[in-house]
């Protein structure tokens, strides 16, 4: 019986932990091999046993607390865990775990020794063979063995004298581990790289703003210096298309980040959707989603890859709902936009322009003595992975309706840095889900209390999961939104969930804190 | 030149006073990044004045004639003074006041003090509102008085008196916009958080418990009653919750209100002396 699971589980991967792209095209049943489950962003799962008929009758398998060595606690799991083979593998801030998915007991911990930078969080390893490969906050990807996680190689892959951190998780695609950069302290250039799974060498790296004259956006800009400390950090992992060969990821927040008197004009390629060849790193398109930000709203939110229907034709689609708290739907071949719409009410624009892109409003600029402006700093949604139901049509993103007070700190010709701030003054959350054809809202959930924080996950069960703001992990009928089970987790869900089937039973994973709780649907014991 | 002594105070109340609330740097950048030393800064400000201002700015962040040097690799990749003084020695800066290898260890060290405070002086939470005074008190009175609703609940004689004086401008344009707001609470340690939300919960058949909200979500829901008793329920169809936000209007005001509106309102509160 055990070779035969481990064949089965084997199913997706063309050798172990190397993520076939073909394979990962689909979403995974057995596994949950990178941070999405497949190259999609859907993080939708063909898996039925849970469904909206017995998910009542969910129950806790296990609970695993991570502990970093200080005894547990002060850790918080935002990384979506993978599973490959019956072994979950994730991590937080300058550490690793492999845990046995049958029993969430430990098999190793690997700690980094870290030489500072923002600890943030993490969002999750990725796999390539029998390695595996993190990102830390002082700047380095981490290959690890799996069978025990031994280092095998590390490499620098940004500079933390520039106040560059790290949280991406990164994306296997064939010979290229993706990696991304996070930091908007200072006025540096965001980019992307790509790295030789065996070596860790530099295969190619891609600025997000034009680093040289002549470069593509650079009339987006007053003037090179500028461009060259623009931001348009890359926090999160691509997705990924096979057949067009293109990832998708959204930019950072341009800088200096609040106060923009320094950095007049559209800002390229900062808070866009950018398609890019992983094989050399060459952008094929961009799409905009805030000319010229000035609430630190990153456009970065996963770009989740949609195969659908727009007005009787079929369509490969690209959907994002993005922390300025506007829905955008592209064509991923070309970057041409579909649909604008909001997804939360807001207040700082005036329209949207012939391509799609919403057009600030002058009445609402920022001031020193203070504009009132929604969505807040943290945004309509923020880097917590939505998810996509090709049964449903439906999109689902944790959103929040939050006003802030913007301020201008620094009212010079060239401020630099965090020259202005917001002050968060109230807030509403609710789980959306959006009609990707309309951008209407099919059914919203409004939770009790502000600040959701939590992934979602759906599934061909009919379910949506997701967590509230007082502390619970909900499973909702996906078409209706209404609440079918929930577990108290003691605090608000920091990750993004994951669900796989394992020795005849799917099973359901959710992080809280630095607690991983596994929910698993048992089948009758005879 | 004014900017300039801006930045310094600002950097300068940072250590002494502990405000802003997190210290300059703390947490980003490398562990072992140059902590700069007040005194040392002050000095290295004169010295700064005496020997860059001219090229690189009031505020060091560039002009025609030298380099932005909150941005420099030099300065950022800098410990202790070492890199910036091998830098002046080493004869790479072609226009210096003083020339390369005239000036002192110490005289390096106090630069690196002043540089590395203007470069955490940029960081995020380092620095703080300016000025939110600049509404017209008689506007805001007249917007109190009509649309902004105020006046059905609050007057500045009666629970606002004195209020101008109890908050600083800034704490009272939060404070009005939502008094349960996060930022308040965060910021200025709690404090009164307005009136507390109210439940009144009937389960089937049963009698009415009214109180203060404790907890609510979608499954559960309980209140502390007026005789401090805790009570608490599993929402059922048959429940009925009924919940009473006394800063509901606030949260519908905030579609509403211009900025205008904002400053003007915070003017007229400030007059609450």
């Known amino acids: ?526 | 030149m004014r900017l300039l002594i801006l930045l310094v105070t600002v950097f300068l109340v940072a250590f002494s006073q502990g405000r802003p609330q997190r210290a300059p740097g703390a947490g980003v950048g490398p562990d072992d990044k140059h902590i700069p030393d007040p005194t040392g800064a002050e000095r290295g400000k004169k010295l700064y004045a005496a020997e860059c201002i001219n090229c690189h700015g009031t505020q060091a962040r560039g002009t025609e004639r030298g380099a932005d040097l909150i941005r420099s690799t030099v300065v950022l990749k800098d410990r202790s003074g070492i890199q910036i003084g091998d830098f002046l020695n080493n004869n790479q800066h072609k226009l210096q006041v003083t020339p390369a290898g005239q000036l002192t260890r110490e005289q390096h060290l106090d630069l690196a003090h002043f540089l590395h405070g203007l470069v955490l002086s940029t960081l995020r939470r380092t620095q703080d509102v300016l000025d939110v005074l600049t509404g017209e008190a008689k506007a805001g009175a007249a917007y109190f008085n009509s649309e902004g609703k105020c006046a059905g609940c609050h007057s500045g004689t009666g629970d606002l008196k004195g209020i101008g004086r109890r908050y600083e401008p800034v704490q009272l344009q939060q404070r009005f916009l939502f008094p349960r707001g996060s930022a308040f609470g965060r910021r200025f340690g709690g404090g009164p958080q307005g009136k507390p939300v109210t439940l009144e919960v009937t389960p089937a058949g049963g009698k009415t418990a009214k109180g203060t909200l404790v907890f609510l979500d979608d499954f559960n829901v309980a209140l502390r009653d007026d005789q401090g008793e805790y009570q608490s329920w599993k929402r059922t169809p048959g429940l009925k919750v009924v919940k009473n936000d006394p800063l509901q209007l606030h949260a519908e005001m905030l579609d509403k209100y211009t900025d205008k509106n904002i400053h003007d309102i915070t003017a007229y509160l400030e007059s609450f002396k």
Request: proline share 6%.
């Open chain 1, 1 to 526: 019986m055990n070779a035969l699971i481990v064949v089965l589980f084997s199913a997706e991967l063309s050798a172990q932990g190397l993520p076939d792209p073909t394979a990962l095209a689909k979403a995974p049943t057995s596994s949950w091999p990178t941070y999405n489950g497949d190259y999609s962003g859907r993080r939708f799962s063909p898996l039925k046993q849970i469904n909206t008929a017995n998910v009542h009758q969910l129950s806790l398998a296990w609970i695993h607390r991570a502990n970093t060595g200080g005894g547990g606690g002060g850790t918080r799991l935002s990384a979506t865990p993978i599973q490959i083979n019956g072994v979950l593998y994730f991590s937080a801030p300058d550490h690793v775990w492999a845990v046995d998915a049958r029993t969430g007991r430990e098999i190793w911990h690997y700690t980094w020794q870290s030489k500072g930078g923002l600890h943030i969080g993490n969002r999750g390893v990725a796999a390539y063979h029998n390695w595996l490969y993190f990102e830390t906050p002082d700047c380095h990807l981490v290959a690890l063995n799996m069978k025990d996680g031994k280092e095998r190689w590390r490499r620098q892959i940004c500079d933390l004298d520039k106040f560059y951190f790290a949280t991406m998780s990164p994306l296997v695609i064939r010979n290229h581990i993706v990696t991304g950069v996070s930091g908007d302290d200072l006025d540096a250039p965001g980019y992307i790289e790509a790295h030789d799974p065996e070596t860790g060498d530099l295969q190619w790296r891609t600025y997000t703003v034009p680093m040289k004259a002549g470069d593509p956006g650079i009339e987006s800009w007053p003037s090179l210096e500028a461009a060259q400390h623009g931001g348009g950090m890359t926090w999160i992992t691509p997705t990924y298309d096979p057949e067009l060969n293109l990832i998708y990821f959204g930019t950072g927040n341009p800088q200096p980040v609040i106060a923009s008197k320094g950095r007049k004009g559209d800002n390229l390629f900062t808070e866009s959707i950018l398609a890019v060849n992983p094989d050399n790193g060459k952008m094929a398109w961009y799409f905009q989603v805030s000319p010229h930000d000035t609430h630190d709203w990153d456009g970065v939110e996963t770009p989740v890859l949609i195969n659908g229907e727009i007005n009787g034709q079929k369509r490969r689609l690209l959907a994002q709902a993005s922390r300025n708290g506007f829905f955008f739907v592209l064509d991923r071949a070309t970057g041409k936009n579909i649909l604008t719409t909001e997804f939360v009410k807001t207040n700082w624009t005036s329209d949207v322009d012939k391509i799609g892109r919403p057009i600030p409003n002058p009445a609402k600029e920022l001031q020193i003595d203070g504009a009132l402006v929604t969505p807040n700093q943290g945004g309509g949604t923020n880097w917590y992975p939505p998810s996509f139901s090709p049964d449903t049509g439906l999109f689902y993103v944790n959103a929040n309706r939050a006003f802030s007070v913007y301020y201008i700190f620094d009212p010079s010709d060239k401020p630099e840095g965090w020259g202005g701030n917001d002050r968060s003054v109230y807030g509403e959350a609710m789980l959306q889900a959006i009609d990707y054809k309309t951008g209407k809202i099919r059914w919203s959930r409004k939770w009790e209390g502000q600040g959701t924080r939590g992934g979602v996950l759906s599934t061909a069960g009919g379910l949506v999961f997701a967590g509230d703001t007082t502390g619970n992990f909900i499973a909702l009928n996906a078409a209706t939104g209404q609440p079918l089970w929930h577990a108290g987790l003691g605090g608000s869900v920091s990750n993004g969930p994951i669900t796989y089937e394992m020795d005849g039973n799917q099973y359901v994973l959710v992080s809280s804190g630095d607690t991983l709780f596994s929910f698993v649907m048992n089948s009758p014991v005879k």
